[in-house]
């Protein structure tokens, strides 16, 4: 059974950092397009950031560049969202998302993933 799985949530204070995994169970991450995604208390999910399936092609929204770093390691099968210079505006659960998409090896930060984790929290306040 495919099945993503977020860790590394927690409480941080404003300007610190965290670092988010999704690991794969059921399938490999290879050939996949992952993206990040975030929803804050009475606010629609938003994408953060996404990579393709050969980590060529990086996005991110404009309220997390310069900060957030995306990444994966396909031999571990585990995609990491690095949190920089947190804010208080960056608090929501953050889920990851996968789709099939080998080639062009591209990604999107629009909700159609076909697959999504359960989520891990992320609050950032002092």
């Known amino acids: 059974q495919l099945q993503l799985v977020e860790s590394g949530g927690g409480l941080v204070q404003p300007g610190g950092s965290l670092r988010l995994s999704c690991a794969a169970s059921g399938f490999t991450l290879d050939g996949y397009a992952i993206g990040w995604f975030r929803q804050a208390p009475g606010k629609e999910r938003e994408g953060v950031s996404c990579?393709?399936?050969?980590?060529?092609?990086?996005n991110y929204a404009d309220s997390v560049k310069g900060r957030f770093t995306i990444s994966r390691d396909n031999a571990k099968n585990t995609v990491y969202l690095q949190m920089n210079s947190l804010k208080p505006e960056d608090t929501g659960v953050y889920y990851c998302?996968?789709?099939?998409?080998?080639?062009?090896?591209?990604?999107?930060?629009?909700?159609?993933?076909?697959?999504w984790g359960q989520g891990t929290q992320v609050t950032v306040s002092s």
């Open positions: 998302a996968a789709e099939r998409a080998p080639y062009p090896p591209i990604c999107t930060m629009l909700r159609r993933y076909p697959h």
């Open positions: 990579i393709g399936s050969n980590g060529g092609m990086r």
